[in-house]
Each structure stands twice: as structure tokens, then as C-alpha cells.
């Protein structure tokens, strides 16, 4: 049972490149979740999927956008990275009721 | 902004004291819960409390629930050295979307 799945784990972009992180899940969760941490920060919502078929913004969504693919994969695209946008994204899973949210280990990207 | 304010945003304490963090948030929430990230690692689950409890215990945790002033604490006893962590409050509303606070750094001195 592997929860949540995350990749790439690091990643090195430059100014204007761009790229997806994907994210999987196999608990049969309804809702998924982008999230960044910068350093010393707390997690802040960019993006986030409550059903299938359904994506809304978070906190932070500029720069970035989503597909829900199917109920097991969330992906969030970066079209062209800036240096701001240099943090750890994590992905995570959820469903309502007693259960806390699932996540993934964490993308580490740098843009330069 | 976010849509928890923790406070304070770092508490350092002696080993064997308690720890106490609040967490204030804005809107209407189903469940509140709070995790604990060690530097540089993920997210560990401690404790969920959903809006109609008042307050829940998990071994040396105390976690109150006040939705009349839409805050919440985090009471950890007997604090040990493997506490230090920072730790986050995140609530979810009726449309499932999860906001975190910004964070208490705890510290606990030898």
C-alpha cells in the first residue's frame, strides 16, 4: 500500500522552464491537495481538487495550474518557473471524516 | 492570509514542562487537526478534533476546541526532548478545502 506517491523527489529548473509534478494516490480518497513550504514557513494551499472532476485555488495559485487526471491523480503544472516559486511542494490526499490528511514525501524544486 | 494564526510563533521551554500553542482560524470549519514537522522532513498527524467536540486527549496531548472564538490549543505535557519540532493546526470547511496556520517552532531545553 504505497498512499501517496510524488515525483520527481528534487528538481532543477531555470527561469521560463517548465514542468509537472505528478501525484497518485491508492487509498480511493475523494479529495487532493497542492501545497508549498517555504523555508521556515508553514504549508500554504496553491491548489486543490475536492472531487474528481472539480479543481478550485487555494492561497497562492498564480503561476501554477492543475489537472485532476482521475480520482487517483492530481498533477500541478508549473508553465514558466520564476525564482519565487523555489520551495518543497507536497501532495496530499483526504477524505472527510475522522482521517487525516495523507501525504506525499515532498518535491524539493529550485529555480534559477 | 492563512487562514490559521498560530501563536506564539516560537516557545522554548525545559524539558519536562508543559507546551501550550493556540491556533485561531477565520471561517466555519468541519475538523480541526494538528501535525508536527521535525526539520526538514513531512508532516506527522496527531490529532483531529471535529467541530461539535470541545476537547480531545491522545497520550500526552490535549487538544481544546473553541468555536465560539473559532480557536484551538494544543497542550503537550511532560515535554521531552524529541518534542522539538514545529508544529502546524489546519482546518478544513464544508467544501473540503485544508488551510494551515504558519506554525509554533517549539525548542525544549536539556
Known amino acids: 500500500n504505497a498512499g501517496v506517491t510524488q515525483t520527481p523527489k528534487f528538481q532543477v529548473l531555470k527561469t521560463g522552464q517548465s514542468m509537472t509534478l505528478q501525484c497518485a494516490q491508492d487509498m480511493n480518497h475523494n479529495s487532493m491537495y497542492w501545497y508549498r513550504q517555504d523555508p521556515g514557513m508553514g504549508l500554504r494551499l496553491i491548489y486543490y481538487?475536492?472531487?474528481?472532476?472539480?479543481?478550485d485555488k487555494g492561497e497562492v495559485p498564480n503561476g501554477y495550474n492543475v489537472s485532476r487526471l482521475n480520482k487517483r491523480e492530481f498533477s500541478l503544472r508549473l508553465e514558466s518557473a520564476a525564482p519565487s516559486q523555489t520551495s518543497v511542494y507536497f501532495c496530499?490526499?483526504?477524505?472527510?471524516?475522522?482521517?487525516?490528511?495523507?501525504f506525499g514525501n515532498g518535491t524539493r524544486l529550485t529555480v534559477t | 492570509s492563512q487562514q490559521g494564526e498560530e501563536d506564539p510563533q516560537a516557545l522554548s521551554i525545559q524539558e519536562g514542562e508543559n507546551a501550550t500553542m493556540n491556533c485561531s482560524y477565520k471561517t466555519s470549519i468541519n475538523n480541526l487537526q494538528w501535525y508536527r514537522q521535525n526539520s526538514g522532513r513531512g508532516l506527522v498527524h496527531l490529532i483531529l478534533?471535529?467541530?461539535?467536540?470541545r476537547e480531545k486527549h491522545s497520550g500526552r496531548l490535549r487538544v481544546t476546541l473553541d468555536t465560539s472564538k473559532k480557536s484551538s490549543s494544543l497542550l503537550i505535557t511532560a515535554s521531552r526532548a524529541a518534542d522539538t519540532a514545529s508544529y502546524f493546526c489546519a482546518t478544513d470547511d464544508r467544501a473540503s478545502k485544508i488551510i494551515f496556520g504558519s506554525g509554533t517552532r517549539l525548542s525544549i531545553r536539556p
Open positions: 478534533i471535529r467541530s461539535n467536540e
Open positions: 496530499a490526499s483526504f477524505n472527510r471524516g475522522n482521517s487525516p490528511l495523507h
Open positions: 481538487s475536492a472531487s474528481e472532476g472539480t479543481t
